[in-house]
């Protein structure tokens, strides 16, 4: 599943479905089937479930496949490559892509314990390599 060209922006609500079709990957999943997958506390309506799965596949992020009168829907792009779009887009826009800025920023405002640090200090020392 290539990298999109052109990120997309994924609602949270749009984001949680697609949560569910990547734990189904490569399957994908019939209407019905990301029904029962929602979590308890999400009661939205079949209309409302549907509409989030139409948007994810107009904007090319899930894919469908015809079954008899019914549809199948899949993931078309990896949830690794979401993760990564969705945090160069906040990086972009929040930090002006400078990646020191937002670190500086989540280690002056997070409490941090001494095994967050040691994992910080271990990732920076290999990337230095």
């Not at 984001?15 to 990547?22: D, N, P, R």
């Not at 309506?45 to 019914?70: C, I, P, Y």
Request: glycine content about 4%.
């Amino acid at each position: 599943m290539p990298v999109q060209a052109n990120p997309v922006r994924i609602s949270s609500a749009e984001w949680e479905v697609m949560e569910i079709l990547w734990a189904a990957s490569p399957d994908g999943l019939l209407l019905s089937q990301v029904l029962d997958a929602m979590p308890q506390e999400n009661s939205w309506a079949t209309k409302t479930v549907q509409t989030f799965l139409k948007r994810l596949v107009d904007k090319g992020v899930a894919e469908t496949v015809r079954e008899g009168r019914m549809l199948r829907y899949s993931v078309a792009v990896s949830h690794a490559d979401c993760i990564k779009q969705e945090a160069d887009s906040f990086l972009g826009r929040v930090f002006q892509g400078r990646v020191s800025h937002l670190l500086a920023h989540f280690i002056e405002e997070e409490d941090l314990n001494q095994g967050d640090i040691d994992d910080l200090r271990r990732i920076l020392e290999e990337k230095r390599k």
